[in-house]
């Protein structure tokens, strides 16, 4: 969380002088193809100096221009990969006025330069930056002047410049993802060796856009005497009855004296309470504290747990009478520990926020665009909720990506969102000189620092899987057996000194309130990585290994931090980076849309489909089956987990979101539409789900609940045909204990059945609360594929009642999976993606700019039957 606001007053008589002021860079950029480049032979269209936009990225600049198209439309990213290649040169006219100079402190600020990148200001160089994740602050009152300046910042590609320096290397460190474009060789990347988001060289759900530009603001910052740097609130003790805080005060000076700090704390219930103390300035930087304490606090919760309440504190350092520097932050008062006690089953893991043990249920985040400033907040706000309404409590920030915005996490803190953030390290191995730890250690400082004071940040973890990869994967099998013993241990002592000390020790330093974890998945160091029994743990033989879906109820891990199975997005996103002759799962634009195994991905999702739910129809039953499998498949993994607790305490499916349009195992689309699995998780992650758990023909039912409190409801169960008989219907009184999974019943098959045929009954376990429906389940005998599903004859019917649209489905038998579209109309349906039996009808609300006859003319209904190729089913005898 930045300071809100930052004074810095000069008082040499105690006459108080200007303030802090900010002058913001971002108008009158421009940018060029550095001349006389190789680039610049073969694209000279881009050496003209054009306007560029700061923050941005050479390739939104040069798509504002109009000098490239779509980077995401069909398979344009093949003939755009020059850009990530070549230097590129932005220059800034900058005007200072006389009154600016006369300050005793001008300073140069770069939020962000993406990444190596030489400044100069006035012909002379500045920095020579090599971390996009490093804030760069550059003292150059001596190197300006009153009226015009130049500042220039050249980027340099990090692959030509890494590249010839790489292959004169004994070896190449294992990366993550080789280029598909011939720009690095296979096994060469220049990616482990520099400070940058790995994703821009592209991933298994996302292209390779090797970026470059000025992606953070940029200001030039005069002040005299005083300079808050910083000013953070350390929850020492935070329990019902009291906190015991430190304000802490990183304050500049610039020479000896005394001052007085005052700390004023807003409560959410608009009570107030101040501390003032005393201190001696030291000439330059002051670490300086203010005890506080807080009697009764109201304490922040993750979402359903309770209020996500927000403390506002003022701080003001004083010298004599005048406020010389004050500012301002948000941050919510809690405990977080990370309880790893030994019990029946291994080591815990589990997240205990004020003393309650939280089931952790979400997803993982990647970034939220290939090119990071063209994401508005309202499209943070738009995924953020959409995790919310879904139930969702925690988010994996993984680690390779870039740290959100501080616009991100103040909207995790007030939704009760709790995030695992990663350092960004996405699972290549690490170099392990000391110049590369020493600018990790830096840049873990400045996102610590800048971050700490969110309450919704419960974790501090290492990298992604940098360990698990060391030891598992076969690139870096065979790495170890081809490299010199003694050079291999320097690699493996380098990796335990980064991740198991110095960005532990960082987080000890700077949130020792937060716990850190040295990898996931992990031990933290006691042993091997992927551990069912001690730490997290990331599933990947479903859908990686091409295991079959249940599978995912043979593992039961203490946490599991990363599972997914694929899916393509609905066909109004598809079709916004294809043409109609692209519709097909292997042509060309699909499969360059599909990242996983080089396009091969769409077979995988083939044969998934056909397993579960057999031949799609067409490419849009393509589509659709990708989705229903998807949706189906975590969810039994989701309830699962659930259903074991406390033995597992978490399920952090991958992924929520997307960086571009394509296929991936997101929930949410790259325009943040949602797909099966994102409705589907509103279902499974409620706070009170039944869950029937089907194996090898016997069926437990588990009652879970994430409430606080115990509480009685009904379980019904009904068995019927699919054209909607009644086998067995019949309702039990329940006890769901608090914050606990409870085996209700537990059944055979034949017993559920009364003898009636599988593949044509349907398995319904609903529980009840007062009367009202609050979690229902369908289970089915065999794989979709197998059973005799009939015509659903659904119905439908829109209306306008004057208060909205709504839209009324009916079935006459049962209907799996229904799923409704809209085509190209945007249309925000309040369900979808469900189940109808027999008989049953549904009322949806629809929120649409369009209207209800543009609705009417582009609705579709789609159920399993509708999707397949299957013989007509035989009428029930």
Known sequence: MRVAALLAVAACSGAVAAPLQQQTLADGWQFRLLPGSAAAAKHPEAEAWRHASVPGSVQTDLLAAGVIGDPFYRDNEASLQWIGLADWEYRLP?????ATLARDHVELVFDGLDTLADVTLNGTRLVAADNMFRRWRIPVKQRLHTGNNTLSVTLHSPIARLLPWLLKQPYALPGEFDSAFGDEPKGKQTSNYVRKANYNYGWDWGPRYVTAGIWQPVRLESWDQWRLADFHIAQQHVEAGLAVLEAQFNLHADRVGKARLRVTSSAPDGSQQSAVKDVSLNAGDNALSVPMRIEKPQRWWPVDYGAQNLYRFRAEVLVGDEVVASAERDTGLRSVELRRQQDQWGRGFEFVVNGVPIFAKGANLIPFDSFPTRVAPERMQQILQ???????NMLRMWGGGHYQSDAFYTMADKLGLMVWQDFMFGGAITPYDDAFRENTRTEATEQVIRLRDHPSIVLWCGNN?????????????KFRQETDPAELARIEAGMKKLFGETLRDVVKQQAPDVPYWASSPSTDFEGPANQLNNGDYHSWDVWAGSAPIEKYLDATPRFQSEYGLQSFPVISTVAAFADSKDMSPNSPVMRAHQKFANGDGNDRLLLYIRKYYGEPKDFASFVYLSQVMQAEGIELAAEHLRSVRPQSMGSLYWQLNDVWPGASWSSIDYYGRWKALQFHARRFYAPARVAPIRRDGRTEVFLISDRTAPFDAKLRTRIMSMEGSSLEDRTDDVHLAELASTRAAERTDASLLHGAD???????????????SISR?????????????????LQAQLSDNGHGISLSISAKRLARA??????????????NAFDLLPGEHIELQITSTADIDALRKALTLRSLVDAVQREPAKAAP
């Open 94 to 98: 900058l005007q200072v006025d006389a």
């Open 818 to 831: 229904v799923w409704v579209d809209f085509g190209q109309l945007d249309a925000t349906l309040s369900d």
């Open 758 to 772: 599988p593949s044509r009954s349907v398995a319904v376990f609903e529980l009840i609360e007062q009367g009202k």
């Open 465 to 477: 899987e940098v360990q698990t990869g060391w030891e598992s994967w076969a690139d870096r099998k």
């Open 386 to 392: 959409s995790a919310r309404d879904a139930h969702m």
């Open 777 to 793: 389940h369908l289970l089915f005998f065999d794989t979709a594929a197998k059973l005799q599903l009939p015509d659903p004859g």
